[in-house]
């Protein structure tokens, strides 16, 4: 019995893999990109050459704070109390991005942190273990991921389906092409998912799938087609105090005492100058609430680094999107810090507190908060929206 398990395993292994690749072989291979013919704002190749030819000195230099995960009760408390308020140089309100995941979410929390100017982006409905099932995952099971969630952020969160234009995949697991191929498809923007370790001084900049990326491929499978339009925002490795790579600031191993709030300070800031005095790539402060609020000299290290570049004149703490968005029509710092500054179309909240409602994927029930009217299901994969 137990051979036959595992051959029958064995051959829906098989069978997803040659359904994967019938997928993929409708898509052409991407080809080396030529600078001259691959031009912003519809296309840019993968480079560390800054946009717009710009010198690094006229250059703005962005700072991408994220949060992954559900947002709740409990980690809305540090958002309000370390984000809210808070101005660049140009007293323009500044930006971060967070890629929210379903289960556990509170969606009239969610609609405050869009209404507070904030990006919410995507970090799948299911959020499932084990991580290999995100290496071969299909279009279709992206589709049911991502596509879907954009769904449940308009219903439940009553945010506009067009101001979600992001998503980050769990575990930072890419799956091919299959997550750009549903981005081109689905007209999400960009992913923020892909670390290099390769090219952090200098960093590389956002650049489109129109041709053969060069970005190195810590966990891959990475994509190989020109899939035209879908912009690649790259996690740019920090470098711990070993030298050693770190995607994401919890990840870091070799570290300062979780104590020490100048040596984190210093830590902080060593990897942002790696940055501001290069070639100004966007610097990435990518972490998970509750390693700030677990530690509480991080913390207060986190808000002293917020406040030195809130007060310097030529860096700007902006959404993601923002990004992207500079990158597609660059100007000089000096033009940048004189343009008007975004605010996102507020909407109502009419906040209904749900449940218990059941669910397919588990026996355990569930209450959520909704802005409107309460799903009759638990919402979840297949069923986004609770019918």
């Known amino acids: 019995m137990r051979w036959s398990w595992f051959l029958l395993s064995l051959l829906a292994v098989a069978a997803m893999a040659e359904d994967s690749s019938e997928e993929e072989d409708f898509l052409p291979l991407a080809e080396e990109c030529d600078p001259e013919t691959c031009r912003l704002p519809e296309c840019r190749c993968s480079s560390t050459s800054i946009p717009g030819n710009l010198s690094p000195r006229n250059t703005p230099q962005f700072v991408m704070v994220t949060f992954d995960d559900a947002v709740n009760i409990i980690n809305i408390q540090t958002y309000r109390e370390v984000l809210y308020g808070r101005t660049n140089i140009n007293d323009c309100p500044v930006g971060a991005t967070f890629y929210v995941s379903h289960e556990y979410t509170n969606y009239q929390l969610v609609n405050e942190l869009y209404n507070s100017g904030f990006e919410i982006a995507l970090h799948s409905i299911s959020h499932r273990t084990p991580q290999t099932w995100w290496q071969n ?23 506009p389906r067009d101001a979600i234009r992001g998503l980050r995949k769990p575990f930072l697991q890419l799956s091919g092409n299959s997550t750009f191929q549903m981005m081109k498809e689905s007209g999400i923007t960009y992913d923020c998912s892909w670390p290099t370790i390769s090219f952090i001084d200098p960093g590389m900049w956002p650049y489109t799938l129109d041709h053969a990326s060069t970005q190195d491929c810590p966990i891959g499978p990475c994509p190989s087609a020109s899939i035209p339009g879908t912009w690649v925002v790259p996690m740019i490795s920090w470098r711990d105090l070993q030298n050693t790579p770190c995607s994401m600031a919890d990840s870091c191993f070799f570290t300062p005492p979780l104590n020490d ?51 310097l004149h030529d860096v700007f703490m902006v959404n993601t999107n923002d990004v992207v968005e500079w990158v597609k029509n660059p100007v000089p710092v000096n033009e940048y810090a004189r343009q008007q500054c975004r605010r996102p179309a507020h909407t109502q909240c009419f906040p209904s507190s749900c449940g218990p409602l059941s669910a397919p994927h588990t026996e355990t029930s569930y209450w959520m908060t909704v802005c409107g009217t309460c799903p009759r299901n638990y919402p979840w994969v297949g069923n986004p929206l609770g019918n």
């Not at 990518?286 to 913390?299: C, D, G, L, S, T």
Request: net charge negative; charged share 25%.
């Open 137 to 159: 995952a299909t279009v279709e099971d992206m589709k049911l991921e991502f596509a879907d969630q954009r769904l449940q952020m308009q219903q439940f969160g009553n945010i």
């Open 261 to 311: 709030e100048d040596g984190w300070f210093r830590f902080i800031v060593g990897n942002f100058e790696r940055h501001y005095l290069g070639n100004r790539a966007p610097f990435g402060f990518f972490v998970h609430e509750w390693y700030i609020n677990n530690n509480p000299a991080i913390r207060r290290a986190f808000i002293r680094f917020l406040d030195m570049i809130n007060n």
